[in-house]
T-cell receptor
Framework: ELKVEQNPLFLSMQEGKNYTIYCNYS?????LYWYRQDPGKSLESLFV?????AVKQEGRLMASLDTKARLSTLHITAAVHDLSATYFC???????????FGTGTRLKVLA | KAGVTQTPRYLIKTRGQQVTLSCSPI?????VSWYQQTPGQGLQFLFE???????NKGNFPGRFSGRQFSNSRSEMNVSTLELGDSALYLC????????????FGPGTRLLVL
C-alpha cells in the first residue's frame, strides 16, 4: 500500500532562516501535491509537481520533485511569521482515485 | 466561482447516534472525496465518488457510508457513532478525480460525547 512520509513532523525556526521539508513516498508516481493548512482551517493547494525534475516557486516557498528517488522537497527561504502553518504533501495511488497524505509538518516561525 | 461548501460546520452528537454531513463541490466538478482528519491519525481517505459511483473506499468500518447525487453534491453518513469518530471531516472536489489538484471545503467538525 502506498505510504507517504514527511519529516520533520515539527519545525520551529527563526525568522530569516532557511529550511527544507522532505516528503518520501513508496510507489511510482509522476505527480505530487503540496498543501497548506492554517490552524482550524481547511487545506489550501500550494503546488502541483507534474514530472521528474519539476520545480515550482511561490514567494519564499520552492517545491521540487525527484520521481526516481520518490522524494519531494519544500524549501523555505528567509522564513517569515506568516508561513507558520502545517504543510502536507500528497500522492495519488495510480489509477485508484485515492490521494494519500503525508503526516504533515507543523511549521512555527518565531519572530 | 464559489468554492466547496460543507454543512454543517460544527456538530455535537452522542455515542450511538448517527450523523449526515453534506458537501457541495465547485460547479462543474464531478469528483468528490471525503477525508477524516484527527490529531492522531492525520488525514485519512474515506471514499471518492464520481458521477454517483463510488470508485474507491478507505479502510473504515461499514458504519461510514456515502453517496453522490446527480448534481454532484455528496453526503456521508456515520451510524452508531463512537467517541473515536470525533474529527474534522473534509470534503474535496475536482473535475475528474485523477491526476489533478483537489479543492477542499472548510470541513465539518464533529464532536461525539
Amino acid at each position: 500500500e502506498l505510504k507517504v512520509e514527511q519529516n520533520p513532523l515539527f519545525l520551529s525556526m527563526q525568522e530569516g532562516k532557511n529550511y527544507t521539508i522532505y516528503c518520501n513516498y513508496s510507489t511510482t508516481s509522476d505527480r505530487l501535491y503540496w498543501y497548506r493548512q492554517d490552524p482550524g482551517k481547511s487545506l489550501e493547494s500550494l503546488f502541483v509537481l507534474l514530472s521528474n525534475g519539476a520545480v515550482k516557486q511561490e514567494g519564499r516557498l520552492m517545491a521540487s520533485l525527484d520521481t526516481k528517488a520518490r522524494l519531494s522537497t519544500l524549501h523555505i527561504t528567509a522564513a517569515v511569521h506568516d508561513l507558520s502553518a502545517t504543510y502536507f504533501c500528497a500522492v495519488e495511488a495510480p489509477g485508484t482515485y485515492k490521494y494519500i497524505f503525508g503526516t504533515g509538518t507543523r511549521l512555527k516561525v518565531l519572530a | 466561482k464559489a468554492g466547496v461548501t460543507q454543512t454543517p460546520r460544527y456538530l455535537i452528537k452522542t455515542r450511538g447516534q448517527q450523523v449526515t454531513l453534506s458537501c457541495s463541490p465547485i460547479s462543474g466538478h464531478r469528483s468528490v472525496s471525503w477525508y477524516q482528519q484527527t490529531p492522531g491519525q492525520g488525514l485519512q481517505f474515506l471514499f471518492e465518488y464520481f458521477s454517483e459511483t463510488q470508485r474507491n473506499k478507505g479502510n473504515f468500518p461499514g458504519r461510514f457510508s456515502g453517496r453522490q447525487f446527480s448534481n454532484s453534491r455528496s453526503e456521508m453518513n456515520v451510524s452508531t457513532l463512537e467517541l473515536g469518530d470525533s474529527a474534522l471531516y473534509l470534503c474535496a472536489s475536482s473535475l475528474k478525480g485523477a491526476e489533478e489538484t483537489q479543492y477542499f471545503g472548510p470541513g465539518t467538525r464533529l464532536l461525539v460525547l
